[in-house]
């Protein structure tokens, strides 16, 4: 190796060096500034019962905006603040620094992994058809062929129709409950979403909505971090593994969704199938 090659390969180990002390603070230091202001911003669309909305006092509620609570006292952060955002926002908005995480019943995808790091799984989700009370032409997936179908823009059910209903008029909407005040007057025919969210929507807008068959598919939702952050993803996955070992997840799911969920025992369901799934 000649003397030029050694200096290349000297300063160039430097800056790899270097390089890596910066990462690591700038790590550490999120997680210490979120500590030290006892703020962490998490985003939200408060339009996705019984996940996150807004309550009967007009403030931020529902299982995920507890379950976001609760890894924020864990990692002493006394204030967790919600911004409210859309669905196909939440990506950029996390790149952008408008918020901290997300936690909003958002799936952990290839394409999304590719952008975001997601933390430990805290929620599932199967999704389901609701369509009008009284609608006779619909009792399964097949039947949606040639049918108007509304989704929430940017969400996996939004992808998961798209891909499995080609022969659909997919209809795009910002906000879930929308698509259930459409669907009771008839402007759609169908809508594919949880069937947590879509038994509260059909409740909530009073408007003749029933849901129909099994579920289509499951989807484990996980909160959603800027890439690059080890530290602060290390510390949320310590809070929820503890938080379904210690039974939080289970009291939340059992005190928000119903007493008859154990979001435990769903969540192993979830990855089972998931690893079954897998070439």
Aim: aromatic share 8%; net charge neutral.
């Amino acid at each position: 190796m000649n003397v030029r090659a050694a200096l290349i390969m000297a300063v160039a180990a430097v800056i790899a060096v270097d390089a890596a002390v910066t990462t690591g603070r700038a790590d550490d230091g999120r997680l210490v500034e979120m500590r030290t202001t006892g703020t962490m911003r998490v985003g939200v669309t408060l339009t996705s019962a019984p996940w996150t909305f807004l309550g009967g006092d007009n403030k931020p509620a529902g299982y995920d905006v507890e379950v976001a609570r609760e890894v924020g006292r864990r990692l002493g952060i006394a204030n967790v603040v919600f911004i409210g955002d859309s669905f196909k926002n939440f990506i950029e908005g996390l790149r952008t620094n408008k918020y901290d995480a997300v936690f909003n019943d958002l799936t952990p995808t290839p394409e999304r992994a590719t952008l975001v790091d997601f933390a430990e799984a805290y929620g599932v989700e199967d999704f389901r058809i609701f369509v009008k009370t009284g609608n006779t032409t619909i009792k399964a997936l097949e039947d949606l062929k040639g049918k108007t179908v509304g989704v929430t823009t940017g969400t996996t059910n939004e992808t998961w129709a798209r891909a499995n209903i080609p022969q659909a008029k997919i209809a795009g909407y910002e906000n879930g409950s929308f698509i259930f005040q459409d669907l009771g007057f008839g402007r759609v025919d169908a809508t594919i979403i949880s069937h947590f969210g879509g038994l509260r929507y059909a409740k909530a807008t009073n408007l003749g909505v029933t849901e129909i068959g099994g579920p289509l598919t499951y989807q484990l939702s996980a909160p959603a971090i800027r890439k690059g952050e080890p530290a602060l993803k290390a510390a949320i996955d310590g809070a929820i593994r503890e938080m379904l070992a210690d039974g939080t997840i289970d009291r939340l799911g059992e005190t928000i969704i119903g007493h008859d969920y154990k979001m435990s025992d769903a969540i192993a369901k979830a990855k089972a199938e998931q690893a079954d799934a897998k070439p």
